[in-house]
């Protein structure tokens, strides 16, 4: 994974008007605001505007929690994230909520997988047309006909959409943390402490 150099600092959340410090305290999880969050705080209106999006991506959309974690960490990969990766490769191997396969937590396997691409042995033909979508829009900006295809079979039109825009925001997610230099949460492995 490549490191990046923070270049811009988290923000002190106390010096910040109480409606904007809000609407940042808003994302806490269990109480911690990740660092993602304390950057962004320097752009109060985007968080407001970006969150409720990211909000659906990652908790409201109609992808399995597995397949929304293969995307994810597949798009991460791709574009080097460490903090994204990072994240959520802690997220995949905790599982989601409830059970069965819905809520099936990533292995290591499978996390080794992601690494290699939609080509490493192990995938069953609709993860490995998820991770090669994720693929064909990093490279292409497009879902190409044939893994198009593969996922057609087994995805609703609102699936579809949704692998599209968790691939785009999880995209975009990328690009800000590699431009900012985001560090990684001191829980995260590799954390600078």
């Not at 979508?133 to 057609?152: F, K, P």
């Not at 975009?172 to 954390?191: H, I, K, Q, R, Y």
Request: hydrophobic residues 40%; aromatic residues 8%.
């Amino acid at each position: 994974m490549i490191k990046r150099k923070q270049r811009i600092p988290m923000r002190d959340l106390s010096t910040m008007p109480a409606e904007e410090r809000q609407n940042v305290e808003k994302n806490a999880m269990n109480g911690q605001i990740f660092n993602i969050f304390k950057v962004m705080a320097h752009h109060p209106q985007l968080v407001k505007r970006w969150t409720p999006f990211a909000g659906h991506v990652l908790g409201k959309q109609t992808l399995s929690f597995r397949d929304r974690e293969l995307l994810i960490l597949r798009i991460g990969w791709l574009n080097q994230a460490e903090y994204e990766f990072a994240q959520h490769e802690l997220i995949a191997k905790r599982g989601g909520v409830g059970g069965g396969d819905a809520a099936r937590a990533l292995s290591d396997a499978d996390i080794a997988r992601i690494k290699e691409g939609p080509k490493a042995i192990g995938w069953s033909g609709h993860e490995r047309a998820l991770i090669q979508a994720a693929d064909d829009l990093y490279e292409s900006s497009v879902i190409s006909d044939a893994t198009w295809a593969t996922l057609a079979k087994t995805c609703s039109t609102e699936q579809l959409m949704d692998v599209v825009f968790t691939i785009g925001q999880y995209n975009m997610v990328s690009w800000a943390l590699n431009s900012f230099g985001v560090p990684l949460d001191d829980f995260l492995p590799g954390a600078k402490l």
